[in-house]
């Protein structure tokens, strides 16, 4: 029995390292075991499917799947702020949960 497992990463990129890089490296470990469902901020989608498109290492084997998430439609557009300030990860981490309930995401 393989379960679903559900992360929500703010900051994750196959091509950095520290906090971006480490939340990749453990999504490629959970990846070996379980399901998985990733939600992300929008602005990764790029880096993540370039990588993911690439013929090297095992990205090809990879069967993590990526839902993106932005809540700054309107917000950053108006207020000026450069769209990864700290405000806007506030604004993401809470609006994420209703994200998952919208798109109604089924985990374990």
Do not use: C
């Amino acid at each position: 029995m393989t379960f679903t497992v559900l992360i929500s990463a703010y900051s994750i990129n196959p091509y950095k390292a520290l906090d971006d890089g480490i939340a990749w490296s453990i999504v490629k470990a959970l990846d070996q075991k379980f399901r998985l469902i990733v939600v992300t901020h929008a602005g990764n989608r790029e880096n993540i499917e370039k990588y993911l498109s690439s013929s090297r290492s095992n990205a090809v084997e990879m069967q993590a799947r990526f839902e993106y998430y932005d809540p700054s439609f309107f917000g950053a557009a108006r207020s000026g702020r450069p769209p990864r300030t700290l405000v806007q990860k506030y604004r993401w981490h809470w609006g994420v949960v209703s994200f998952i309930r919208q798109r109604q995401l089924v985990f374990d």
